[in-house]
């Protein structure tokens, strides 16, 4: 198993900044994910996620540090908080924060992923 280093795109769409690291089980999603094939670039990170719930069984924190993200994105990425709460349900020990700028949008944005996933979200305002 290998880290995952994406870096962020900034062009016609946008691709957000990837960092999945195996040693430490920290992962970050960070920028903007406005994407023409998102469920392609998020399927390798699916089965990262995947891979080390299956293998590794460690520690899982991650962090969402995203200012925009389109409709199909939102999809992917509550395929990725089902997964973490699954792996919680069975043992896993998961952080989850999700860094915001400082709207009442966004917040009200966070809540529905809580209240869609039922997994704890820490949210910590962006400085």
Partial sequence: MEDIHIKGVHEAYFMPTVNFEVAT???????????????????????????????????????????????????????????LKTYQKKGGQVTVNWYYEDSDEELEEVEDFILETGLQINKIPME
């Avoid at 406005?34 to 899982?60: M, Q, S």
């Fill in 25 to 83: 089980g920290n992962c970050e999603i960070s920028g903007e994910s406005y994407l023409e094939e998102t469920t392609k670039f998020y399927a390798p990170l699916l089965n990262w996620i995947r891979d080390y719930i299956d293998t590794v069984r460690g520690p899982l924190k991650f962090d969402i540090k995203l200012s925009y993200f389109n409709t199909s994105s939102s999809k992917c990425l509550v395929d990725i908080l089902d997964m």
